[in-house]
Structures are given as C-alpha cells and as structure tokens.
C-alpha cells in the first residue's frame, strides 16, 4: 500500500530554502517606507534643478534675452531724450525721475515671459513628464522663476548703466543702485506669479500674453514711472497713488537717488509677500489639475 502526502506553504518554504534564498516582497513594508509629500529640503534642491534646466534652455535660445538687453537701451534712451525737455527742461535734470521708472517698468514687463514660458512647456508636453516622478509640485513652477532672477538682474544692471552713460549720477551711491535694483527684482519675482497662474488657466500662450499685457501695461504706464503726479488732472492722479507700480517707482528712487529706505518700500515688500502667498497657492492648485 502506498502512501500520497501532500507538501503545504512549509515544505514550499523548505524547498525554496534549498535551492536557493527566497526574495519576498511585503507590500505593507513597501508603503510604509513611502513619504506622502516630499520635505522642505527635497523641495529647495528639486527647485534648484528645474532652475537649472531653465538656466540651460535660455543658454540654447538666446532670443529670450532681447527682451533684458534691448528693451532696457532702447526704452531708456527713447524716453530720455524725447520726454526729457518737455517734462524736466532737459535731459539731465529728467534722468533721476526716469531711470528708476524704467527699473521697474522694465522688470515688471520682463515678468510676463514666465507665465508665457509655462504655457509653452505645457502645450509642448513637457510637464507631462513630471506626472509620474516623485518630485514637489511647486517645483516645476518655481524653478523657471529662479533662473528668471538672472533676466530681472540684467535689465535692472543694463537699465542703470545706460542712464550712468547719458548723464544720470545716482545720489544713492552703489548701494543705494543695489538696494532698488533688488527691490525691484523681488516686486518682480512676486508678480511673476500672477503670470504663473495665468499661464495655467489660459489656453494658449498667445492669450497668457494678451492678458498679461491686458493687466500690467496699464498698471506700469498709468504710474509715477514717466511723470511726476503733479502734472497729472485729479481723477487720473488719484488712482496713480493707488497704483502699487507707483509705490515700487518711489522707493527704488528713494534708494537710487537718495540711498533712503522709506516708508514706500515697505508697502512695497507687503504687497510682494500678499501676491506671492495669494498666487503661489493658486497656481499649484490648478497645476494640479492639468496632472
């Protein structure tokens, strides 16, 4: 009489033990090792890297600096010397009003290519690639705005430099040139998310253009940028002192022409931090979206 004996899980276990080492995998353990959202340092570095990619693809499309390098030449020597007797008697005398103007008029406009940039990429394809990496959702945002930093920082220098070649003598000195030239970087930073945000609610970067042009070339030329409120009728003055571009024009010409920190910047920086904590949440979230 013979006799049939069945193996169970231990004698697979015991079977598998000697022929060789049994790789299993526990899902549980697996999941418990995952973190659900990336930390504040993995989120700096992978932002760091997106910036870097930008970096990169500006170095490859030089186009995208004649904006930071034309712009600043062209609108500063334009404006100098076609305004320049009619408002001030002379082209000297206008320069301190107009050069820091420029600064910011040229810094807040330079700002728009950001939202314009994104829409591109995600038309492109681009971000679709970011779905299924492991990587911080701002990142992919803020990392083109980091590396737009170095375009704030070229038109704000070259602005300067070409007032310093035609005339303007800033009474601030070298900090006072630094100080506004870094207000007005950061202002422009801030707003850069408002274009951010645009750029993913539009459907086409010719409209993230249009509107972003829609918004801030009013707000930039309805300013003290150009002229002194003064000289302005009353119904148009009122709502040039309300204009936070007017605000930005102020203090970066209390720091350039007399090296004072008053009390315009300060309203200047609220307004950054408001627009950054409003928009910056506001673009993630429809960013999110489109994933």
Not at 10 to 36: E, I, K
Not at 123 to 129: A, I, P, Y
């Amino acid at each position: 009489m013979s006799t049939i004996t069945t193996a169970g899980p231990a004698s697979a276990v015991t079977a598998s033990a000697n022929t060789g080492p049994l790789h299993a995998v526990d899902p549980a353990a697996v999941v418990a090792r995952t973190r659900p959202r990336t930390t504040i340092t993995e989120t700096v570095s992978q932002t760091l890297i997106m910036a870097w990619r930008a970096l990169k693809k500006m170095r490859r499309n030089m186009e995208q600096f004649f904006d930071v390098t034309i712009q600043p030449l062209l609108f500063t020597a334009m404006f100098a010397y076609l305004f320049g007797g009619a408002i001030s008697g002379n082209v000297h005398s206008y320069l301190p009003l107009l050069i820091p103007g420029i600064v910011a008029q040229t810094v807040l406009t330079t700002c728009m290519s950001t939202g314009v940039n994104l829409r591109e990429d995600m038309e492109k394809g681009v971000f679709d690639r970011f779905k299924a990496m492991p990587i911080s959702r701002i990142a992919p945002l803020a990392g083109p705005m980091v590396a737009d930093l170095v375009r704030y920082l070229i038109a704000a220098g070259l602005t300067f430099v070409t007032g310093v070649i035609i005339g303007y003598r800033p009474g601030g000195g070298v900090l006072g040139v630094l100080g506004a030239m870094v207000l007005a970087i950061f202002t422009g930073w801030a707003l850069a998310w408002i274009f951010t945000w645009i750029g993913t609610i539009a459907r086409s970067a010719r409209a993230v253009q249009g509107m972003s042009m829609m918004i801030l070339f009013p707000l930039t030329f309805l300013s003290n940028a150009f002229v002194p409120v003064t000289s302005l009728p009353g119904w148009l003055a009122a709502f040039v002192k309300i204009n936070p571009v007017s605000h930005l024009v102020s203090a970066t010409r209390g720091l350039a022409n007399q090296g004072v920190v008053n009390s315009e910047a300060g309203w200047t920086l609220l307004a950054g931090l408001v627009v950054i904590a409003v928009f910056a949440p506001l673009s993630v979230r429809s960013y999110r979206r489109h994933l």
